[in-house]
Structures are given as structure tokens and as C-alpha cells.
């Protein structure tokens, strides 16, 4: 015999047990279950968006987050600051560092291919930096939010490494090899790359494509304030 459940019991089995949710104060705070490796890719508007949103939801809830970008050097289209910047110096317990410049590799618009190389090799020697902090660190406890990312984190996003080694710039072996030594309660999220990246599927826990339906690009519609930067 199934017994039917009333709206009120339904709502009880929920975290937040049937409550609306409220904005609360943004305490330091340690994660319970993070420590998977995250792959977002494809060929659509939304990967770095998408793991900006959810380093947002991560630093409200008091963990440590920062964000490390490879090639996110822009165009002429684009400021030279973005609004995400402005945003995280707004926001306690997220950080960032932008190791790219302006161009992008192989689209000949004047920037130089060595300079590109070598930003991305010093954004891997970084990573590793981070890494090794973390190891150091107990990512059990919580960090304070407005610390260096250097006395640890919770959550490492990697914004456009997966181009930098679609291109050459470092190799997916490098790739590999930031997944191996990653800290077991670290967050590790990979995002970039319009190609399938086959050599992680068996090393990532979640992967994401973001494809293209449509986008206004195809009608010659420049990156946009406050959506593209």
C-alpha cells in the first residue's frame, strides 16, 4: 500500500525544508565533498561564465576560491578590464590572476606567438605553485577569505587551459600531470577549447559541453560589455 505524501511532508524532505532561501552573512567556511576535477568545453558562449558562476556559489558559502587565467589577453573589442575583475575585488573569497596579454594565439592580429608560449608556460609553473600550497595547507579548515591564494584554496579554476594546450602552447601530458598532483579535497575546474578533449574523459569526474545553437558572432556582432566582458 503507498501512502500519499502531502505537500507539507514533501517539503520537510528537502534541505532546506520547504523554507525560501535568504542571503546570509559570508562566513569563512571549509567544503565537505569537494575534491573532483571538473572539464568544461565547446564550441559555445558560457564556459568561463559558467565557472565563474559557480566560484561565486562556492565563495558564498565562505570556501576559498581562485581563479587562474591562461591567453584571456581579449582584442580590440574588449576592455582592458572586465567586468568579472571588478567583481571579484568586490567579493569576499575569490581571487584571480590573468597570465595572458593582448591577441591570441594563431589569429594574427599582432601580438607575438613566443610572448604566448611563454605566458602560458609561466600560468603551468603557477598552477603548480598552487598546488603545492594546497597540498601544504589543510583543506579541511577554512581559509581566511580576503588571504593570499597562496595559504590555500578550495576551489582552483584554470579558465582557458585547455586552449593553451589545444594549441600547443603547453602539452596535454602538462595537463595530465596537474590533474595527478592535485590535493585529494581540492576542486580542480578546467575549462577552454572548442575540441573534444578525449585524453581527460577518463581522468575528469564531470565534463561539460557547451555547444553552439546559435550566436550572434556568425552575424558579425562584437563581444559585448557586461555579457562577453
Not at 565557472?51 to 580590440?76: P, S
Not at 571579484?88 to 597570465?99: D, M, T
Not at 594546450?165 to 596537474?178: N, T
Not at 573534444?196 to 557547451?210: G, H, I, M, Q, W
Amino acid at each position: 500500500m503507498t501512502t500519499e505524501r502531502t505537500p507539507e511532508a514533501s517539503a520537510e524532505q528537502t534541505p532546506g525544508r520547504g523554507r525560501s532561501p535568504e542571503a546570509a552573512e559570508i562566513e569563512p567556511a571549509a567544503p565537505e565533498e569537494f575534491g573532483l576535477v571538473q572539464v568544461w568545453w565547446g564550441d559555445g558562449k558560457g564556459k568561463t561564465t559558467a565557472t565563474l558562476g559557480m566560484g561565486m556559489r562556492a565563495a558564498g558559502h565562505g570556501y576559498r576560491v581562485h581563479l587562474l587565467q591562461f591567453m584571456k589577453g581579449g582584442a580590440a573589442s574588449v576592455d582592458a578590464v572586465r567586468g568579472e575583475y571588478n567583481a571579484i575585488a568586490a567579493l569576499p573569497g575569490i581571487s584571480y590572476e590573468n597570465l595572458g596579454h593582448y591577441g591570441w594565439h594563431g589569429m594574427n592580429d599582432g601580438s607575438e606567438e613566443t610572448d604566448h608560449e611563454a605566458e602560458a608556460q609561466a600560468g603551468l609553473e603557477r598552477t603548480h605553485d598552487l598546488l603545492e600550497s594546497a597540498a601544504d595547507a589543510d583543506l579541511s579548515t577554512p581559509f581566511a577569505l580576503d588571504g593570499p591564494a597562496d595559504d590555500g584554496i578550495h576551489m582552483l579554476v584554470l579558465d582557458e587551459v585547455l586552449y593553451a594546450a589545444d594549441r600547443g602552447l603547453i602539452e596535454e601530458r602538462d595537463v595530465l600531470e596537474v590533474i595527478e598532483t592535485k590535493p585529494e579535497g581540492l576542486e580542480l575546474v578546467l575549462s577552454g577549447s572548442h575540441d573534444r578533449p578525449a585524453y581527460l574523459l577518463e581522468e575528469a569526474d564531470l565534463v561539460t559541453n557547451v555547444s553552439k545553437e546559435k550566436h550572434p558572432i556568425d552575424e558579425n556582432q562584437r563581444a559585448r560589455r557586461g555579457t562577453e566582458y
